[in-house]
């Protein structure tokens, strides 16, 4: 099993002790606050899910109908973990309103928070291997899983803040204004993991630094061509594919042309992991170099 896949069943475990610590906070509690925290922690739960899916299907090897490989499962599953986001933060912002008119005590304040606090923290420690684990292993879903889980904390942090203030001072209006802060935070959340999964279903670039490194890369390691052009690249997943034009001098041979190739495929790949290189090779003619990359002179020459 891989690290992702492990990964990823450690979520539903965690979400579901994280769920339960949340709802058993806000039975003790009646903390409308709470009970919206409890509320997204629903949806960390499905997206859990969602992304265990999502992992399974990416690792899929090409085939006939998907020869490019299912990479993409994973930007589907973090689209789908924002929307359920902003579906939790409009049902957290109607459960706020209601309760913003007839505001309530909170019972057992200092116990309900501890059980929270416990939530919070737990939740605290797995983001960081989402996000860690994610980034390394370029995965989408447990990328926008640890995103999620990021915006859960900050806003049981702030939940607890309120609930303190609230018991301070008698004011029990913050418990619902809470609630509904709490809100704005989770949608502004959901929609940020819509955007950077978007990106990725369009076939967004690589970001600059890669694509710098691509460039330097064929500029370094593309002795016996004239220049390379036409450089396009995008992301799925672990994968990074990179395809261009590499213009040889004309009295170049198929097998010499071969070579070339050759080694700037294995050196892109020793720089960037898991890269799908495609190369088209042209002639003299068609080069451009007023928009290409210019390779560097073969010092051995």
């Keep these: ?32 606050a709470l009970f919206s925290d ?31 490989g299912h990479h993409k499962a ?10 359920l986001i902003v579906i939790a933060a409009l049902l957290i912002l109607r459960e706020a309103w ?11 304040p200092a116990a309900g928070l501890m059980v929270n606090l416990a939530a919070t923290a737990l939740n605290g420690v797995w983001c960081r291997v989402l996000l860690t684990v994610g980034r390394r292993e370029r995965s989408p879903a447990l990328v926008a899983d640890g995103q999620h889980l990021l915006a859960d904390v900050l806003t049981s942090a702030g939940v607890a803040a309120g609930i303190l203030l609230a018991a301070a001072t008698g004011w029990w209006i913050l418990d619902p204004v809470m609630a ?17 999964s ?27 061509a004239v220049e390379a052009h036409d450089l396009r690249t995008r992301h799925a997943g672990r994968a990074t594919f990179i395809d261009f034009h590499l213009v ?13 190739c050759d080694r700037l495929e294995r050196a892109l790949k020793a720089r960037i992991e898991d890269a799908r ?24 020459a």
């Design 1 to 32: 099993m891989s690290s992702t896949m492990k990964i990823a069943l450690g979520s539903l475990l965690v979400g579901a002790i994280v769920l339960g610590l949340k709802m058993l906070a806000w039975r003790m509690t009646g903390s409308v």
């Design 38 to 68: 409890a509320l997204e922690s629903t949806v960390n739960l499905a997206t859990a899910l969602a992304a265990l899916i999502a992992i399974r299907v990416a690792a899929k090897p090409a085939d006939d109908k998907h020869p490019y």
């Design 74 to 83: 994973e930007f589907i599953s973090a689209v789908l973990e924002g929307v």
């Design 98 to 108: 209601a309760a913003l008119g007839a505001p309530r005590g909170i019972d057992a």
């Design 180 to 196: 509904a802060l709490v809100a704005v935070n989770v949608l502004w959340s959901g929609a940020r993991v819509i955007r950077s």
């Design 198 to 224: 978007l990106g990725g279903l369009m076939d967004e670039a690589v970001p600059e630094a890669t694509l710098a490194t691509v460039r330097e890369v064929i500029a370094a390691e593309a002795q016996g």
């Design 248 to 260: 040889v001098p004309g009295d170049t041979s198929v097998f010499e042309a071969h070579e070339i």
């Design 277 to 300: 290189v495609a190369i088209h090779v042209e002639p003299e003619h068609k080069a451009k170099p007023d928009e290409g990359i210019i390779v560097a002179p073969d010092p051995d």
